[in-house]
């Protein structure tokens, strides 16, 4: 069955780095848009990056602009979400998504990855 698994979470120091990856198996990855979602204590989940099949196209939202990145290898069937200049703020349970929009429509999530910005 469709399966994706976060990895890469952890506890940085304001203005360090972190990279998660998020594997993912059971369908045919290089059809679905990825997105990375995020949600802090007692707040709503929110969108932070996408990007598209191909990885040529992506979007972030204003907060994490010009300092994450979304890449994806659809050899490895991953995605990965480059985090830099990290904030307090920025700590959240990270979530990756998987998306087919068409003529059939399917969404997957996995199971999330703690990020924890603290001095």
């Known amino acids: 069955q469709a399966q994706l698994v976060e990895s890469g979470g952890g506890l940085v120091q304001p203005g360090g780095s972190l990279r998660l990856a998020c594997a993912a198996s059971?369908?045919?990855?290089?059809?679905?848009?990825m997105s990375w979602y995020r949600q802090a204590p007692g707040k709503e989940r929110e969108l932070v990056a996408t990007i598209s099949r191909a990885g040529i196209g992506s979007n972030y939202a204003d907060s994490v602009k010009d300092r994450f990145t979304i890449s994806r290898d659809n050899v490895k069937n991953t995605v990965y979400l480059q985090m830099d200049r990290l904030k307090p703020e920025d700590t959240a349970v990270y979530y990756c998504k998987a998306d087919l929009v068409g003529v059939i429509t399917r969404a997957y999530w996995g199971q999330g990855t703690q990020v924890t910005v603290s001095s």
């Open positions: 059971g369908f045919t990855f290089s059809t679905y848009t």
